[in-house]
């Protein structure tokens, strides 16, 4: 099944099924939101380089997920996974995929619970505004469309009353949103408790007005700091960094470059592959009857030129260059090594290796450096190979549209 075909089938229902049914009191969860949702779907399902079909399920619970709130706001979710086995089934998807969906979308549900990793990502998804900068925008809206559907005038400091406790009580369930969006998270809740102007003891005995606030506290993730602690001296420079932050974008930086890097693999695998059948054809079958043909040597060594030309490209972007694989004290005294390169300690012992990097993490600068160097030398290595790439599908493509108006010259001109 071809699932990506199939997600544009999904887009194009989801879009006109929210154009159709046009309602004054949706008012945030409409086709805007679902779309922002789907968008934080896809980023977080690229982070985690989900499979087909897994990646298909992801983004289809998150066109279907809200699509109820026009028949039934309060089982919204369940409405939503009905219409979403509706479609898929007249599509001829199987059970267990539209199974796993509806799960997904069930996941949404508030105080949200979910359970297997698609689950969790579907789940952050939907809540991702909470850890932006346009969360004020957002929650402005969902108060408008709460008042709208449940005929209560609530006013704006019990909103933001119940929008604290929400916040404070949620957490999100994959390391990619609890690094990526937790520090605007905490930001955006200090802002809405400066301005509930000491109104916040009344938390505690407050009842919730929404129907999506989750109750109970749940425990907060403990995630592993990538930089080492700080001297005493040094915390207060520590504070004022977004050290979560950095660790994000080098960690997603680095995941980018590797998933470029394999892609290029990939593309130069199949113009190897390729041009292989092409040359193998070429020696079996032509080149032996050039004799009955002579008219077809020009253009048979000329298309033989291109696949040879094409694939030598191709092996050049894959071929791997490995340093010297050592390091000196000099080296790690002048931080001048990236230890978090092989190859650049493949040939060192065990013991000189984490010297070194004890070094390296007792060091916030030296640390830093290092993650800087390595990003920067997949760049370059990207770079390299993309541009050998290129070469390789310039040489392909040009040359087969030469070898083919060769061939047909010459079978003009033989008639």
């Known amino acids: 099944m071809n699932y990506y075909t199939l997600l544009d089938d999904i887009k194009q229902y989801v879009t006109n099924f929210f154009h159709t049914h046009p309602s004054d009191k949706i008012i945030y969860h409409n086709l805007v939101h679902t779309e922002n949702v789907v968008n934080a779907a896809v980023e977080i399902a690229n982070h985690y380089r989900l499979n087909d079909q897994d990646y298909f399920i992801v983004v289809t619970a998150a066109w279907f997920h809200d699509i109820g709130y026009y028949t039934d706001p309060a089982r919204h979710e369940e409405k939503g996974a009905e219409e979403m086995a509706s479609f898929l089934n007249r599509k001829g998807v199987e059970e267990k995929v539209i199974q796993t969906v509806a799960n997904c979308i069930r996941a949404t549900r508030m105080p949200q619970n979910p359970e297997t990793m698609l689950e969790k990502i579907v789940a952050d998804a939907d809540l991702y505004h909470l850890g932006t900068s346009r969360f004020s925008e957002f929650n402005k809206e969902l108060r408008k469309e709460f008042i709208a559907l449940h005929n209560i005038d609530i006013s704006k400091d019990e909103w ?3 929008t604290i406790r929400l916040l404070e009580t949620h957490q999100y369930h994959t390391d990619y949103c609890r690094l990526l969006l937790s520090d605007t998270k905490a930001r955006n809740l200090e802002k809405l ?5 000491g109104k916040q003891p009344e938390l505690k005995n407050a009842k919730p007005v929404l129907p999506e606030i989750p109750l109970q506290q749940p425990a907060k993730p403990k995630v592993k700091p990538l930089l080492p602690e700080l001297a005493d001296d040094d915390k207060s420079k520590r504070k004022s960094r977004p050290d979560r932050g950095i660790e994000t974008m080098f960690r997603i930086t680095s995941a980018n470059h590797q998933r470029l890097s394999d892609m290029a693999d990939s593309k130069a ?4 592959s390729v041009n292989s059948i092409i040359i193998s054809v070429l020696l079996s079958v032509l080149l032996k009857n050039l004799e009955q043909f002579p008219q077809y ?3 048979a060594l000329t298309l033989l030129t291109v696949s040879l030309v094409t694939i030598v490209f191709s ?3 894959t071929r791997p260059n490995i340093p010297r694989g050592t390091f000196t004290q000099t080296d790690i005294s002048e931080k001048k090594v990236n230890l978090l390169f092989f190859g650049n300690f493949f040939r060192m ?3 000189d290796y984490t010297s070194g990097m004890l070094q390296m993490m007792d060091d916030r ?3 830093y450096r290092s993650l800087i160097k390595d990003v920067y030398s997949q760049g370059v290595v990207l770079g390299a190979k993309y541009r050998r790439l290129r070469i390789s599908y310039n040489v392909f493509m040009y040359g087969l549209i030469i070898s083919v108006i060769a061939f047909s010259i010459a079978a003009i001109v033989t008639t």
């Open 365 to 367: 600068d030296f640390l």
């Open 160 to 162: 933001r009353t119940k």
């Open 193 to 197: 408790k400066t301005k509930v102007n």
């Open 269 to 272: 695998h199949i113009m190897i």
């Open 315 to 317: 092996i050049l972007a």
């Open 349 to 351: 012992s065990m013991e």
């Open 297 to 299: 040597t020009l253009p």
